[in-house]
Each structure stands twice: as structure tokens, then as C-alpha cells.
């Protein structure tokens, strides 16, 4: 088993600590939430200094802006995974010379071990990472771009079933029926798109008769600016630079 070290014990170091299921070290800037996060998964809260001492992989799991004081305190990293947004293997390279260095951007659904990690850098992780999801290598430069796709999608899903589930709850559903109909409808859809190699046109035309109800529908959404609101989205996104 590789232990893993996280540095940092919130939302991205708790889903993948409970993908990969197993104990694991973890440290925090002092809120508690590493000792809940070594309570759930079976590990340890500990120093940085302490768990860089101990495991196999140290996970970067915290801010950004804390990479130069928490590298301070992790001099001796052999192996290191980092999930910092927006920050480089140069940067990496810069702070912790001699590790090896992986840059890895998943999304929370690796905690039900159905996400996805866009990769680059050292290779030897990309097995363990595939074990919570499909692991994708891209070259550093697509990296940003890949985090405005998979790495946001949880949150986007999230604002779109809302929404959804809103407009059903308008048209006389009840709520928890609405949520059941919208929640089977996108895994049942996801499902299609996957097994049809993800051929939207033809999908869209199987739905939409002449004239009919979805292209009603259809027609609504694209003149809400569907398609323009994405782009903007992704474009946003990567024009944020580095994630405060
Ligand atoms: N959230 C996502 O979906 C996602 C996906 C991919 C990548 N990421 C990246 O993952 C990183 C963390 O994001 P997050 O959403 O998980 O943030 P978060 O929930 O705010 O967690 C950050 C964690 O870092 C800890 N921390 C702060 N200073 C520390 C220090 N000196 N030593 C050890 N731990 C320290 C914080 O401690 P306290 O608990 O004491 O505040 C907290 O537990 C970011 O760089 C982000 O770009 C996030």
C-alpha cells in the first residue's frame, strides 16, 4: 500500500482520501478538519513535518498561496502530488528542488471513484489516481483549460440540476420527484452520450420531432445564450490564473 501524506485537509483531500478508501496522513492550518479527515479514512493528523517524514507521496491539497510557507516545512519530499490550480511544475520545481513532481487536477467525484484527473509531469501516480476515476495526460499547457472542464464540472452539474429541478417545481412537480426525474435523467443521459460515442447530434435529433416539444425547448435555450455562456465560462476560468 502507498501511504499518502495530504497537506491540507478540505474539500479535494477529503473526496480523494474517500475514493482511494484508505488511511492516510493529513495536516491542516489549524481548523481541526485534518483530525476529522484522518478519523474518517482511518489515518493520522499530523505536523507537515512529521508527515513528510513518513509517507510515500506527499499530496499538495491546500491553497496556493500557502505553497511557499508549506514547502518551507516540506524540504525533504522525494515523491509529491500536486493539486495546486494554476500553479506550475516550474513553480513546484522552484520550492521543492529534487522531488518528484506530479501536477494532477481531479474533481470531487473521485469520491464516489468516478472522476476525472487531467495529469502531467512524473508518471509513476497515474495508476493509484486511475483507481478514483479515468486519469487524462495533457501537456501543462492544457492543463487550466482541462480545470475549466472536468475540474469544475461537479459544481456546474450542481448549478444546472438546480436550475432544472426549479423549472419542474414551476410547472406543478414536486420537489423530491422533480430531483428524482432531473438526477436519473442526467445519469441516464451521460450513459447515452457514452455509449454512442458521444454523437449529440444524433442523440438530439432521436428527441427533437419536427416542430416538436424539445425543439421548443431547445430553441429557448439556445437563444438564452446557452453555448455563449460555456464559452465565457471557460474563458473566465482560465483567465483566473492561479485559485486563491
Ligand atoms: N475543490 C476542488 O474541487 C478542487 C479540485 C482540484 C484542485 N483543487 C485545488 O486543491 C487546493 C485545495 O482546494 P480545496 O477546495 O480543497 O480548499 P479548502 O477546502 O480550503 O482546503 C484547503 C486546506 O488547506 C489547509 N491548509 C492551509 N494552510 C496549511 C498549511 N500551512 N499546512 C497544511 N494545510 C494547510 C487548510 O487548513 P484549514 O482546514 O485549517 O483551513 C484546508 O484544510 C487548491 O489549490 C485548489 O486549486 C481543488
Known sequence: MTLLGFVGAGNIARALAVGLGEPALCSDGGSGRAVALAELVGGEAVSNAELVGRVDVVVLAH?????????????DAKVVLSLLGGVTLDQLEAVLPGAVLTRGMPNTAVAVRKGVTCVCGAEG????????GIVVRLPERLIDAATAVSGVAPAYVSLIAEAWVDAAVGQGIPAAQAAELVC????????????????????RREVTSPGGMTARGLRVLERAGLRSAFSDAAAAVVGTGAAK
Open 63 to 75: 491553497k496556493p498561496a500557502q505553497l511557499k510557507a508549506v514547502a518551507a516545512e516540506l524540504g
Open 125 to 132: 501516480l497515474d495508476e493509484l489516481l486511475a483507481r478514483v
Open 184 to 203: 436519473a435523467a442526467l445519469v441516464g443521459s451521460a450513459a447515452l452520450l457514452e455509449e454512442r460515442g458521444m454523437d449529440t447530434l444524433a442523440i
